[in-house]
């Protein structure tokens, strides 16, 4: 376990070294990893931060909202909505690793354009050591590691918790006196519901895993997950009233772990997977079947793609 006291200020001093004088821009998702990641770049360099939280489409339901109310006290703080040049950029790509690395171009794009406006040439990320574990061993490339372009505008990209694991962040969160809320906040992976829906990203299978996510974190909050989520991977034959229809196949899968590396599948009682099932085939008439994904990793990997 990290020992925080010496690691904040240590953290800090590398962001002023690595940063000088100059201008950066934070990439904000609202997890635990970017949110400590501003808290000590703020610390840093104060009012030459700019954070940045860019909309992709590929969020989870009242993302942005949450995301505006919890950090409505950074001022510089800018909202990009870029939902339409994400997905027109992941149109009709269905490889997983193709799809990491669209989304980690794109992003990049989107960073180098705020930063013009904030006269920003680095870049701050919140990076930890399982998504360049991941990426370096060739398991997936994680969109802020293996999943950026060769060519970048950035001076430098700094990630000042490259070396920690999750709940190393999460001490440090807590030390830093971070709200809960984004302190304990359930890992989200950054290419979002992207890797959540197998295939090509469409708009349909988009709200579909968002409301079945939802419906997820909702039902599983008393089991304590480390992560709980619900995929569309596929479509299968199911019966909607009297008819026979073609609709969407929901894998929900909800895991215990300490760091990401390793993750048992948790045992969910029958009810609350009834539960679980109705509410997502009941809300979404799109929605044939739900299954209960009962992995562990390894053999798989906590998300699908």
């Avoid at 398991?139 to 802020?144: A, G």
């Avoid at 990203?201 to 579909?208: A, D, G, P």
């Avoid at 099932?277 to 009962?294: C, F, H, K, L, P």
């Amino acid at each position: 376990m990290v020992d925080v006291d010496p690691f904040v200020p240590d953290a800090i001093a590398e962001i002023e070294d690595e940063i000088g004088d100059e201008n950066a821009v934070i990439a904000l998702s609202g997890g635990v990893d970017s949110s400590v990641a501003a808290a000590l770049a703020y610390e840093a360099i104060g009012d030459r931060l700019t954070p940045v939280y860019v909309d992709t489409g590929l969020m989870r339901k009242g993302e942005t909202a949450q995301i505006e109310e919890t950090f409505d006290y950074m001022e510089s703080l800018r909202v990009v909505d870029a939902k339409d040049r994400f997905l027109e950029a992941l149109s009709g790509v269905t490889d997983p690793e193709e799809k990491r690395s669209v989304i980690g171009e794109q992003f990049i794009r989107e960073f180098e354009r705020e930063a013009r406006d904030a006269d920003a040439d680095y870049l701050v990320q919140g990076t930890i050591y399982p998504d360049r574990i991941e990426s370096e061993g060739g398991i997936k490339s994680h969109h802020n590691v293996g999943g950026l372009p060769d060519v970048v505008d950035f001076d430098g990209i700094v990630e000042p918790v490259r070396d920690l694991y999750k709940d190393e962040v999460r001490e440090v969160a807590r030390h830093l006196g971070l709200e809960e809320v984004v302190a304990e906040r359930m890992p989200f992976p950054g290419p979002g519901l992207a890797v959540r829906v197998i295939g090509e990203v469409t708009e349909e299978k988009l709200e579909v895993a968002r409301e079945a996510c939802h419906v997820v974190e909702d039902e599983l909050e008393e089991y304590e997950p480390w992560q709980a989520l619900a995929a569309v991977i596929g479509k299968a034959t199911g019966v909607k009233g009297d008819n026979r229809v073609h609709g969407w196949v929901v894998s929900v899968r909800s895991v215990d772990s300490r760091d990401g590396m390793t993750a048992r599948a948790q045992e969910i009682d029958w009810e609350t997977l009834q539960r679980i099932q109705s509410r997502i085939t009941g809300t979404n008439e799109n929605v044939a079947r739900v299954v209960y994904d009962v992995t562990h990793k390894p053999p798989a990997t906590i998300e699908y793609e």
